[in-house]
């Protein structure tokens, strides 16, 4: 660029048009409208020229009346707008529904004149009543459906018309519909459900969509009834929805619910036996869950019986024993099996007990109203409403706390038997259920005697025992000739010492030393004559207590020479058994009572008796013991 101007490469310049076109070129770039398809533009509307000279037209407008003042209130009226409705005789201004303002007033007024027509709500009839066998459902009643209405009719003439239809084996067709009924089938589709039904009734449960399932459910619960048909469909719905339930999960929230109004419509209890694999989680998604409950409890089943315990003591259990501290190691298993097993062998009797004040069937009762069917196709005429009154377990807190107080007593029971000291207080159990409890428990825990043994028997035996545990070997005839060979010397040895002695002992004088004498048997016996008893060497003492005869070995210290002549006033008083003496004897002394007494059984332990000679009266005193009076008196100087 030279002097603001572009030189193009041949140094020509260039124009003030072309430089225009330039720049107008490169702004059109960015045009982007450019690139948006032209549409034709739509023809301008050109209005009918209006006539030079107007026509005069006459019109009769009618007087327009004004409602009466009245008196206004305290505030202004307020001003509403309506919509009038066309009028041929109306002004050419309010011949298209135009606005009109009115006051309250005249609103008021019309609406007076024509009033709205009340809703009409139709009364709900009454059917019929019943009491159920059960122990927790005191009354059902049974209502018509409230409106009637003609949306199943072809459904149930479809159903009475196929409910005999056997099927053959076809291939399986598949089938959805959100509300399945037979007009939606097509000839495959409604030969492959009529073989399925036909399989299921025989108990075989094949692979099958879950449409058909609702359709199957849907015709047991609009098929009318007569006779044992009602607990047969009963036992369908459960079995269908037990087969199929974890396949498609979906059924145990409405199978749950669509078989209780079943069973309370035709006066049926619960096929529980059908029902036990899946009765934790149904009681858990069932809203009365005491209709599964109770038919638990009428069943005399033990396993029946023992699941439904465990299952009320989840859902109306006050106290929940696996958070003991107790409920740990190898107490599990005795927990878990006598606290449910009590429940169950004593709770069905506690429903039946009526004069019972505190018992269950004081308890107030509960009502529940409830749509049947929800959720399901269901006809007119087998749509019902149902009002149940019952003893609520989930919602009754006087429930809760008195099985919550009898697991609390069958704990404190296996705690004895554990011989465990600690117990848990118990508020709200009466003396009926406590001793019904009890006789049950007396079966099947051991007493607290037995759990004593028990213990003892399985307390680790101390190490040192095994000290004293002779060796274990075989029983040989040679060790046996060995062991008499050595009894025979030993016997030889004793006859030898014996005879040694034999003249020292003929020394001693009439009532002497009569343990010689003893020692003259003995040596008699083993040279061949017969074997003396042991009475020859032992004397019986007073009270069939056998003492041995010291005496001839302590006369040698008779006198002033005894050991126990210095204590010889102590010794006196303890055979006159004088308490008093004994102080005395003690305070002469310038020694207490006591220390007299160890030190006299000091020396006589220690010498030639080999034994204690005195003992504690139980008055503050001693006395010699029976068996040693004879020793002590004559080993002591009493003149």
Not at 312 to 337: I, P, V
Not at 362 to 376: F, L, N
Not at 472 to 489: C, F, G, M, T, Y
Request: proline content about 7%.
């Amino acid at each position: 660029m030279l002097g603001g101007k572009t030189v193009p490469k041949d140094n020509q310049p260039i124009s003030a048009e072309d430089m225009q076109k330039r720049e107008d070129a490169q702004d059109a770039f960015w045009d982007v409208s450019r690139l948006v398809p032209i549409s034709p533009k739509p023809s301008k509307y050109i209005p009918p020229s209006p006539r030079t000279a107007p026509e005069a037209v006459e019109i009769d407008v009618p007087p327009v009346t004004q409602s009466p003042k009245e008196a206004e209130p305290k505030g202004r009226a307020a001003i509403r707008t309506v919509l009038l409705p066309p009028t041929g005789s109306a002004p050419l201004s309010f011949s298209h529904e135009e606005k009109q303002v009115l006051p309250d007033a005249d609103i008021s007024q019309a609406q007076e004149e024509h009033p709205p027509k009340p809703r009409e709500i139709p009364e709900t009839r009454f059917l019929y009543s019943y009491e159920p066998e059960s122990p927790l459902f005191h009354k059902v009643d049974v209502y018509a459906w409230h409106s009637n209405f003609h949306y199943f009719d072809q459904f149930i003439k479809d159903a009475e018309r196929y409910a005999e239809q056997e099927g053959t084996e076809v291939r399986p067709e598949p089938f959805f519909s959100y509300f399945p009924q037979y007009a939606q089938l097509n000839r495959r589709q409604r030969a492959w459900y009529f073989f399925w039904r036909s399989q299921v009734r025989r108990e075989i449960y094949p692979t099958v969509d879950y449409s058909y399932i609702l359709l199957y459910l849907f015709e047991l619960l609009n098929l009318p009834v007569e006779g044992e048909e009602a607990a047969y469909r009963r036992d369908q719905i459960a079995k269908v929805w037990m087969s199929y339930r974890k396949v498609y999960p979906q059924l145990d929230h409405y199978a749950c619910e669509w078989l209780c109004d079943y069973c309370l419509i035709h006066k049926l209890q619960a096929p529980i036996i059908e029902l036990l694999p899946a009765l934790q989680q149904i009681i858990e998604l069932a809203r009365l869950k005491e209709f599964y409950l109770a038919a638990m409890i009428s069943v005399v089943d033990g396993k029946v019986n023992v699941a439904s315990a465990k299952i009320l003591l989840s859902h109306s259990c006050q106290y929940d024993y696996r958070k003991s501290k107790f409920y740990t190691g190898e107490h599990k298993a005795l927990f878990d099996t006598v606290i449910p097993g009590a429940v169950a062998a004593v709770f069905p009797m506690l429903l039946e007990r009526r004069d019972d004040p505190r018992g269950i069937r004081a308890m107030q009762p509960s009502t529940v109203s409830r749509d049947a069917y929800v959720g399901a196709l269901c006809a007119y005429q087998n749509k019902r409403r149902i009002e149940i009154t019952y003893t609520s377990f989930s919602r009754s807190n006087d429930l809760r706390y008195m099985i919550g107080d009898m697991v609390r007593h069958i704990e404190n029971r296996i705690r004895a038997s554990l011989l465990i000291r600690s117990r848990l207080t118990e508020n709200f159990l009466t003396p009926a259920m406590r001793k019904a409890l009890d006789t049950w428990l007396d079966q099947h825990l051991p007493s607290h005697e037995q759990a004593v043994k028990k213990a003892e028997l399985n307390q680790p035996r101390p190490a040192y025992e095994a000290l004293y545990d002779l060796p274990r070997k075989a029983v040989s005839l040679e060790d046996a000739a060995a062991i008499e060979a050595d009894s025979w010397e030993t016997t030889r040895i004793l006859v030898e010492a014996f005879e040694v002695a034999d003249g020292a002992a003929n020394d001693v004088p009439p009532g002497g030393n009569e343990a010689a004498r003893g020692a003259n048997d003995v040596r008699r016996a083993s040279s061949g004559n017969d074997v003396a008893p042991a009475a020859q060497t032992e004397e019986n003492g007073e009270n069939g207590k056998s003492a041995v005869n010291i005496k001839p070995t302590l006369t040698a210290e008779r006198g002033e020479d005894s050991l126990l002549a210095p204590y010889a006033s102590f010794i006196k008083a303890a055979l006159d058994c004088d308490s008093a003496a004994i102080r005395a004897a003690a305070k002469a002394l310038g020694k207490m009572p006591d220390a007299l007494a160890d030190e006299i059984n000091a020396l006589t332990a220690d010498g030639e008796i080999g034994d204690i000679i005195l003992e504690d009266d139980g008055m503050g005193g001693y006395t010699v013991i029976e068996d040693y009076r004879d020793a002590v008196l004559e080993m002591i100087d009493w003149e």
